[in-house]
């Protein structure tokens, strides 16, 4: 037996030691304890070891193979609030809580049966004075011990446990508002997706998201400084926590309302019964937040916008369910702001489409996924075949042909309107003069091609048409351009000088839609054009047939309307194209008042170039 050298061991070790792991038997009692060496109770003298074990500031008790007590140390007596004298002969796994979870408890056993070197476990105890502590539970067997005794260690980890409550709570909540931060969100989100979490009888299965963005508070906080932001921003926590407690009294837990970031804020409803039920708690928030704030006697307005998300959970994840409020939100936004949008699925799909239009827009002009199709314009007096207007096509691999509604806005918006223009206008030009040499005996139609404004302002366009027309061969007379009416009449600068070298080297100049855009006529008379086209809500008011008795009759005044721009753009020597011209009724009426050419689905729909030469010559 080593008595003085393992004691100083013994407390050099007790000192030290911490939550993190087991101090070793065999460093600490000395020769393991067997019937003839029991342990005696203190005073009753014994092994040299015994003091020492007695006095460590480490918990410890000695177990025998059946898992009961053989002698406990006086810190370990106290630890438990209990007479050292009682623990002796009493079940150690009921004093530290071993057995109440069948993981623990079969680690336990292995280790009294020599079969495993340890059990580490945390223990939350119930101290007899009522309180609760946590402790560390360390099991090691007793080296050299026939009988199997074991060696239990416990320390108490309250305090650690308590820091690091704090330390994450502060890593979990927002500073300014207290409330639950990105991170808890998210763990929370997380968890309630779980299949275990929405498995169990008695639940509905679903889950509900009211995604929420302040109106204006840049302005405010930028005006205003942080300091009155941030105290807006507590005060609108506070309202929303107690509308998220009004929608949750008769539930087991209110919705979980968290501080995202900025002046987003999100509710999560677990268990949620339905989208009347989230249509409910947005329309509350968005009540709540309209009555003024009254911060430090300062007195200010907010309003908010709110994307709302019902689903079931089951095949939902965080970051779907993210994505969909958050393009709520953004749709509540563009409507108007200060009101709650509830997620749409085809219109999420049309985005997407949309999103993935945008994505291949420049890529699919390299490869040749454009064509044009011709449609015709054609003479009111005569019925025969003067021009055609050029419409692209996409024919996309995945969408199919799109007609340019689906992907022009699109192109305007990312600038590939640009080189798509430029293609369009030298295959509209080349088709042009192709159909020239083809019918030499005819007179020569001429090709119409829309231009979008950012193809003047991003290109070179007078260029581009000299050196198309040079390339093709085309006449400039045969070219004409088309310009919407806000385009034409907000012209100025650089456009309207290209518009004027553009009329000066011969080419026709249109401005499509006239009528609905910003209808300045004494302006007009100003302008390098040549051709007004009527926009189709004109010639729609001339449907009515005389034939037909049970049909509604126009409305004069459309008519009046109609005939008066057409006289006056006659008198600025403009020539006047109708489009959407689909009855015989509409065309008779257009030609009467004097309109020049029309074009719609009474005379043909966009065809192919080999169908504009068949009408060549011929009445349409």
């Known amino acids: 037996m080593r008595p003085i050298r393992r004691s100083s061991a013994l407390r050099e070790r007790a ?38 074990f007695s006095a460590a500031p480490l918990a410890m008790a000695v177990v025998d193979r059946d898992g009961m007590v053989a002698g406990a140390n006086s810190t370990f007596a106290e630890l438990l609030g209990r007479p050292a004298q009682e623990l002796t002969g009493t079940a150690a796994a009921d004093l530290v809580d071993l057995a109440s979870d069948t993981r623990t408890w079969h680690t336990y056993r292995e280790v009294l049966r020599g ?49 690091q409550a704090r330390v ?61 932001g941030d105290k807006l921003l507590a005060a609108v926590a506070e309202r929303l926590t ?51 704030f009254d911060l430090s006697g300062r007195r200010l307005s907010v309003s908010a916008s709110i994307g709302v998300v019902e689903r079931h959970a089951a095949g939902t994840t965080p970051t779907a369910l993210m994505q969909a ?46 064509a044009l199709e011709y449609q015709p314009l054609v003479g009111m007096e005569d019925g025969r075949l ?8 996409w024919n996309h691999p995945q969408f199919g042909v799109l007609a340019p509604n689906r992907f022009i806005g699109l192109a305007e918006e990312d600038g590939s309107i640009v080189p798509l223009g430029r293609w369009v206008l030298a295959t509209a030009c080349r088709q042009a003069r192709a159909w020239q040499m083809a019918h030499p005996d005819e007179p020569p139609i001429f090709v119409s091609v829309n231009v979008a404004v950012r193809q003047v302002w991003d290109s070179d366009l007078v260029s581009d048409v000299a050196r198309i027309l040079e390339e093709t061969e085309l006449a400039p007379h045969l070219l004409q351009l088309e310009l919407t009416e806000s385009a034409v009449m907000g012209s100025s600068g650089r456009p309207l000088q290209d518009l004027q070298s553009l009329s000066d080297m011969g080419v026709r100049i249109a401005i499509d ?5 910003y209808s300045n006529l004494a302006y007009l008379s100003r302008l390098p054009v040549s051709v007004l086209k009527l926009d189709g809500s ?83």
């Open 15 to 52: 000192v030290s030691g911490t939550s993190e792991g087991p101090t070793p038997a065999a460093d600490l009692i000395g020769p393991a304890v067997t019937e003839s060496n029991a342990l005696p109770s203190p005073g009753t003298g014994g092994p040299p070891y015994w003091s020492a």
């Open 115 to 163: 079969r495993q070197a340890e059990l580490l476990c945390t223990r939350r105890l119930k101290h007899p004075e009522g309180h609760f502590l946590w402790a560390r539970v360390t099991v090691a067997p007793l080296p050299g011990d026939e009988s199997g005794g074991v060696l239990l260690s416990v320390t108490d980890i309250s305090a650690h446990r308590e820091l």
């Open 168 to 228: 994450r709570h502060l890593q979990m909540h927002d500073p300014v508002t207290r409330l639950p931060n990105r991170t808890l969100f998210f763990e929370r989100l997380t968890a309630a997706l779980e299949v275990e979490s929405y498995d169990e009888s008695g639940t509905t299965g679903r889950i509900g998201l009211c995604y929420l963005d302040l109106d204006g508070f840049k302005a405010i906080n930028d005006t205003l400084g942080n300091r009155v």
């Open 242 to 292: 107690h509308c998220a407690e009004q929608a949750g009294y008769a539930r087991s837990s209110p919705p979980l309302v968290a501080r995202l970031g900025g002046d987003e804020f999100a509710l999560l409803v677990e268990d949620s019964t339905g989208t009347e039920q989230l249509a409910d708690l947005a329309e509350s928030l968005l009540e709540t937040l309209r009555e003024p």
């Open 325 to 370: 409020a958050d393009t709520t939100l953004y749709w509540a936004k563009a409507d108007g702001k200060d009101r709650w949008t509830l997620f749409d699925p085809e219109r999420n799909a049309h985005l997407i489409t949309r999103q993935a239009l945008a994505a291949t827009l420049r890529a699919a002009i390299d490869r040749g996924e454009f």
């Open 386 to 393: 003067r021009g055609v207007e050029a419409l692209v096509r």
């Open 513 to 517: 839609d006239f009528g609905t855009g």
């Open 538 to 620: 004109f010639v729609r008011g001339f449907q009515y047939e005389s034939e037909n008795s049970a049909a509604v009759p126009p409305n004069p005044a459309d008519e009046v309307v109609v005939e008066a721009m057409i006289q006056l753009a006659h008198r600025l020597g403009l020539t006047v194209t109708a489009e959407c011209v689909e009855t015989m009724a509409q065309a008779s009426r257009l030609r009467r008042i004097g309109c020049d050419t029309g074009q719609g689905w009474l005379y043909s729909r966009p065809v192919s170039p080999d169908r504009i030469s068949e009408l060549m010559g011929a009445r349409v």
